[in-house]
């Protein structure tokens, strides 16, 4: 029973990280302007290829 729960809890918390690590937005791509759905972090244009640095600050 306990080590059932363990495991499960475990499990849980595994996929929960992988999500966030995972997370996917839809932005424009500042070097081609085409909308792409990129993960957080540095990561490659998939319509030109570009470098596309997508941070999760929003400052003006
Ligand atoms: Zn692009």
Redesign the pocket.
């Known amino acids: 029973m306990n080590r059932l729960s363990r495991d499960l809890e475990k499990a849980v918390l595994g996929q929960a990280k992988e999500a966030a690590n995972k997370m996917r937005y839809d932005v424009t791509?500042p070097?081609?302007?085409?909308k792409?759905n990129v993960p957080v972090g540095k990561s490659l244009?998939p319509?030109?290829?570009?470098q596309?640095n997508l941070s999760l600050d929003f400052e003006f």
Request: aromatic share 0%.
């Open positions: 791509c070097h081609c302007q085409s792409i244009c319509k030109c290829g570009k596309v």
